[in-house]
């Protein structure tokens, strides 16, 4: 972790060669098809965050992309919009990728860029592990021109020549530093290297730490640097907290006050591993709390249903592991608890970014034993942010949002 740190520190911005001109203030001006406009203004956009009026006019220039900006600003729709643009209606077989590390960030962002895509005839495929690879098939044998993807799946098609990538034009990768660790890394080169060499390639995250210039630096050409400072991704909106317990038996106990005290929307939990999550969950629904859990042991069919019942607001209180940690947007979160505070930095801005979505109030609790001081100093420090100690009118916190 602290190489980490350390490398994002040293590099300074004009090493990094920012694109921070340019930005075209409203949708009109972008020069975008009617049907795609329409289909912003239909999805209820009046106007362009910040990153949309600086990274769509790039990505629509063609030129590849390291974009970073915080949590919550509306890359998914950056991305989306440009596709949809540089896409040729007329021409069947697939011509842009979208690559993301969890499914149900693929789905989220699947969902998104339909809406946005609602009047034209552009044709989408959902690309995941653990379903029916049959229908999978059929859908880009149908002529989808845009693939939604986890990059298992994706290689494992290309590998048995199911997918023909001759003509894509675009790959983006979402949560790009994620993607570009050990995990993912192979499967992400693969699908570069068969894709045509002139394809363009956009990376999108809140974190991008060094590491991820240079690996990308392989396989960007003449990247566009889109960047804000370091100080401004801890959201606006979000107003940190932290609990000192002195043992797990605290923090369960502050974890009951709090569904007595709340009249909160909808909130995550997390937890730094499967396990702790499940005991939790376990202990809540033994004691009467309702709650769902999210992690990678459940099978493909109850990820699924707990998403679902979580998106609906049917269930509340949603359990989960770093799993959820990127990405997914649900705008009624207005409270991110840290049960255990993050072994990671990155997770961290992206647990908390959870809440506070597209300039939102929101709230993260981090709670803390003795021994996690120095790293709740270190996130303080490395964000250039407060998190103060939870004062005894909880009530007037809460309801502020
Ligand atoms: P990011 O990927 O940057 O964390 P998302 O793409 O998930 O953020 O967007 C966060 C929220 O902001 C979503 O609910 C999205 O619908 C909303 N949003 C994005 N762009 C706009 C816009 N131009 N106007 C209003 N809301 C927007
Ligand atoms: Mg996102």
Redesign the pocket.
């Known amino acids: 972790m602290s190489t980490l740190i350390e490398d994002f520190e040293n590099k300074s911005e004009s090493e990094m060669d920012i694109e921070n001109e340019n930005s075209i203030e409203k949708f009109e001006h972008m020069g975008l098809k009617k049907t795609v406009l329409r289909g912003i203004f239909a999805y ?6 910040q ?2 009026k600086k990274a769509i006019p790039v990505f629509l220039s063609g030129k590849d992309i390291i974009a970073q ?9 950056t991305f989306s919009i440009s596709i949809l643009q540089l896409i040729d209606e007329s021409i069947k077989g697939v011509q842009a990728i979208i690559l993301s590390p969890t499914r149900e960030l693929s789905e989220q962002i699947y969902t ?1 860029i339909r809406g946005l895509a609602f009047y034209t005839k552009i044709r989408f495929a959902l690309i995941l592990g653990g379903q029916s690879r049959f229908e999978q098939i059929n859908e880009i044998r149908d002529g989808a021109q845009c693939v939604i993807c986890t990059p298992g799946r994706l290689n494992d098609f290309l590998q048995n020549s199911c997918v023909d990538v001759s003509k894509v034009k675009h790959i983006v990768i ?1 949560e790009a530093d994620e993607l570009l660790t050990n995990a993912f890394i192979h499967q992400v080169k693969n699908i570069v290297e068969i894709v045509p060499n002139q394809a363009q390639i956009c990376l ?1 995250s ?1 974190t991008l730490p060094k590491f991820c210039y240079n690996i990308s630096e392989k396989f960007l050409v003449d990247p566009i640097k889109i960047c804000v400072k370091k100080e401004q991704l801890t959201l606006e909106g979000i107003k940190q907290y932290y609990i000192i317990t002195h043992d797990d038996k605290q923090k369960y106990d502050a974890i009951t006050d709090l569904y007595e005290s709340m009249i909160i929307n909808q909130l995550i939990i997390y937890c730094n591993t499967k396990q702790r999550v499940m005991y939790l969950a376990d202990n809540l629904t033994r004691d009467g709390h309702t709650c769902t859990c999210i992690h990678s042991d459940l099978t493909t069919n109850e990820r699924m249903n707990v998403m679902s019942k979580f998106r609906k607001g049917d269930s509340r209180v949603l359990i989960s592991t770093d799993l959820l940690s990127r ?1 997914i ?1 649900v ?1 009624q979160v207005s409270l991110v608890i840290n049960y255990d505070i993050p072994r990671n930095i990155e997770s961290y801005i992206h647990r908390i ?1 959870r809440s506070g ?2 300039g939102r109030k929101g709230i993260a609790l981090n709670f803390i034993l003795e021994l996690d001081r120095e790293t709740m100093r270190r996130l303080e420090q490395f964000y250039c942010t407060q998190i103060e100690e939870l004062p005894a009118n909880v009530d007037t916190i809460f309801n502020q949002i």
Do not use: L, N
């Not at 209820?44 to 965050?49: I, K, T």
């Not at 900006?69 to 729709?77: E, I, L, W």
């Open positions: 209820g956009y009046e106007e362009p965050s990153i949309q900006a915080q949590s919550g600003t509306g890359k998914t729709a998104v979402d999108f809140a990405g947007d705008q970014g979505r597209f």
